[in-house]
């Protein structure tokens, strides 16, 4: 009766810490993946590279977001950044080590890098704070 027990008790372990390394998603120690977001362009003040990124919980990204300097942009995230883990903040060679991020506003032309990993499935937008019309918008979708 002992032997079957531990034999269920094995089986047991086995199935659990084969179904964790399933739903792990990413590997921390490969090197974070690379974003960049650009505000404005020689075209438009309004322009964004890009508007949609597709990301993975339990993987590290570091997001590169540079202003052209035309305009005033003032990013927001606020639901994006309460479901990621900050790593660190980087601006001109600065490390800013912190948990918590709301906004981020560029007066004029700057660059900030942000390390993070992803830690809560779902879809967060992104907006430009008072340029949404001009279709300064954009999504985090998280898988």
Same mark, same amino acid.
């Given at each position: 009766?002992?032997?079957?027990?531990?034999?269920?008790? %094995?089986?047991?372990?086995?199935?659990?810490?084969? $179904?964790?390394?399933?739903?792990?998603?990413?590997?921390?120690? %490969?090197?974070?993946?690379?974003? *960049?977001?650009?505000? +404005?362009? =020689?075209?438009?003040? @309004?322009?964004?590279?890009?508007?949609? #990124?597709?990301?993975?919980?339990?993987?590290? @990204?570091?997001?590169? %977001?540079?202003?052209?300097?035309?305009?005033? @942009?003032?990013? *927001?995230? /606020? =639901? #994006?950044?309460? $479901?990621?883990? %900050?790593? $660190?903040? *980087?601006?001109?060679?600065? *490390?800013? =080590?912190?948990?918590?991020? $709301? /906004?981020? /506003? #560029?007066?004029?032309?700057?660059?900030?890098?942000?390390?993070?990993?992803?830690?809560?499935? +779902?879809? @967060?937008?992104?907006?430009?704070?008072?340029?949404?019309?001009? +279709?300064?918008?954009?999504?985090?979708?998280?898988?």
């Amino acid at each position: 009766k002992r032997r079957k027990i531990i034999g269920k008790v %094995i089986i047991l372990l086995f199935v659990f810490a084969f $179904n964790t390394s399933i739903l792990a998603k990413g590997d921390l120690a %490969i090197r974070a993946k690379k974003l *960049e977001l650009k505000l +404005g362009s =020689d075209k438009s003040d @309004y322009d964004m590279s890009q508007k949609v #990124f597709e990301l993975e919980t339990g993987k590290a @990204y570091r997001l590169e %977001i540079s202003s052209m300097g035309f305009k005033e @942009y003032e990013f *927001e995230a /606020e =639901d #994006f950044f309460r $479901n990621v883990w %900050i790593r $660190n903040i *980087e601006v001109e060679g600065i *490390e800013i =080590d912190t948990s918590i991020l $709301n /906004e981020i /506003e #560029f007066e004029r032309e700057g660059e900030i890098e942000i390390k993070f990993v992803p830690i809560r499935p +779902g879809k @967060y937008e992104f907006e430009i704070e008072g340029l949404q019309s001009k +279709g300064m918008v954009g999504e985090f979708i998280v898988k």
